[in-house]
T-cell receptor, first 116, second 117 residues
């Protein structure tokens, strides 16, 4: 069964500092991986996705993520955090046709707080 | 603009009452999903539908029911059998999974917050 682990429930960084949010997955094949962001009381917005090819993926709002097969990780990074980045971030692993699982599986989320 | 519309945004229910949450999409997506979100638990899959008139249970389907009579609509009913229905409910859609193109991302609505009084 596929699963996603986000080890950090809550992270606080200073504005302008770099950010890395961790995501580890468990899946029997090459996964399709996603990062979403959610502002309070809102739906989820896609930041970026990895399907295949280049393991460093660029997304919106200056975010990037790196797929590391050897570590089963897909960590999200941003070189300089802005106050508007304060939100909850979710990592998700996608379904593969033929597996019977046809919906994304989400991690429990990491809440990011940005200090001025 | 294309998107997913959920209504109502806030809903209050007395114990023992059924309530229905609406989800409408104009993205022409075949697949639609319902997730439940509780603090610290991420999103858990309730039901999903790949095509009209077909749907499958997710991980936490007990106490919920759905229908898919139209491609655009996927309403969720929270029944009185659901023991702890207070939560934030998210509807999503995406293109049908086909071959290697099946890795499409989910598009989400703005959510509906249900509170049981």
């Amino acid at each position: 069964a596929q699963s996603v682990t986000q080890p950090d429930i809550h992270i606080t960084v200073s504005e302008g500092a770099s950010l890395e949010l961790r995501c580890n997955y468990s899946y029997g094949a090459t996964p399709y991986l996603f990062w979403y962001v959610q502002s309070p009381g809102q739906g989820l917005q896609l930041l970026l996705k990895y399907f295949s090819g280049d393991t460093l993926v660029q997304g919106i709002k200056g975010f990037e993520a790196e797929f590391k097969r050897s570590q089963s990780s897909f960590n999200l990074r941003k070189p300089s955090v802005h106050w508007s980045d304060a939100a909850e971030y979710f990592c998700a692993v996608g379904a593969i046709p033929g597996t019977g699982r046809r919906a994304l599986t989400f991690g429990s989320g990491t809440r990011l707080q940005v200090q001025p | 603009d294309g998107g997913i519309t959920q209504s109502p945004k806030y809903l209050f229910r007395k114990e023992g009452q059924n309530v229905t949450l609406s989800c409408e999409q104009n993205l022409n997506h075949d697949a639609m999903y319902w997730y439940r979100q509780d603090p610290g638990q991420g999103l858990r899959l309730i039901y999903y539908s790949q095509i009209v008139n077909d749907f499958q249970k997710g991980d936490i389907a007990e106490g919920y029911s759905v229908s898919r009579e139209k491609k655009e609509s996927f309403p969720l009913t929270v029944t009185s059998a659901q023991k702890n229905p207070t939560a934030f409910y998210l509807c999503a859609s995406r293109v049908t999974l086909t071959g290697t193109s099946g890795a499409g991302e989910l598009f989400f609505g703005e959510g509906s917050r249900l509170t049981v009084l």
